[in-house]
């Protein structure tokens, strides 16, 4: 058995520790950003706030982690189930509404991120399936995420089922229908 074999993935809300997964979520993220200068603490800290803060006070049930076998957390996936009925997320996240439109058909969306070193090793995949499954249960239709058009995920999130894309400038919308 594979060290990935032995990865359990466990709801933020089911983690005994939530400071320490919190912790490790934080960790993760910004390791996994583009962004690695910041004027202050301060403006680190609003960042990580702007692209986790709400999934972390509204939704941490939709938050899942990737627990290896020594309990370190080594990926995170932040969701959102109902994209039209947030209207808070949509003031913290820039360019929110630009594809508000394909909400209706996929009113789910979620943030990945895998820490390096455990990569390439099924993990993101593993959270974006659980993740949908979960949807799929709540009955929702299709779930959605933005990401840059020529990003290097787009291929990996392609072969995880998100073939519905539609472009917008820099930015690039890819849905995967859930069978309900």
């Known amino acids: 058995m594979t060290a990935e074999d032995r990865i ?3 709801r ?17 993220f910004f390791a996994s950003t583009t962004r690695t200068e910041f004027a202050s603490a301060a ?26 076998a020594d309990g370190q957390a080594v990926g995170y996936l932040t969701g959102c189930k109902d994209s039209a009925g ?19 058909a ?4 979620f943030h990945v991120n895998v820490r390096p070193g455990w990569r ?13 499954e979960d949807c799929r249960e709540d009955g929702l239709p299709g779930v959605h995420l933005v990401t840059a058009v020529f990003a290097r995920n787009v291929e ?7 073939t519905d894309a539609c472009q ?9 229908r859930l069978n309900t």
């Not at 990996?156 to 998100?162: K, M, N, P, S, T």
């Not at 917008?168 to 995967?176: H, I, Q, S, T």
Request: glycine share 8%; hydrophobic share 50%; aromatic share 14%.
């Open 156 to 162: 990996f999130y392609q072969r995880a089922g998100f």
């Open 12 to 28: 933020l809300t089911a983690l005994p520790d939530r400071r320490a997964a919190l912790a490790a979520l934080e960790e993760i």
């Open 43 to 68: 403006g680190r800290a609003a960042f990580l706030a702007t692209w986790t803060g709400w999934f972390v006070d509204e939704a941490p049930r939709d938050i899942w982690l990737a627990v290896a």
């Open 86 to 104: 947030s209207v808070e997320l949509a003031r913290r996240i820039p360019k929110y509404e630009v594809f508000a439109d394909h909400f209706a």
């Open 106 to 109: 996929y009113p789910a969306h």
């Open 168 to 176: 917008r400038g820099p930015l690039l919308f890819l849905g995967r």
């Open 120 to 132: 390439e090793h099924g993990l993101g995949r593993r959270l974006v399936d659980r993740f949908a």
């Open 8 to 10: 359990r993935l466990e």
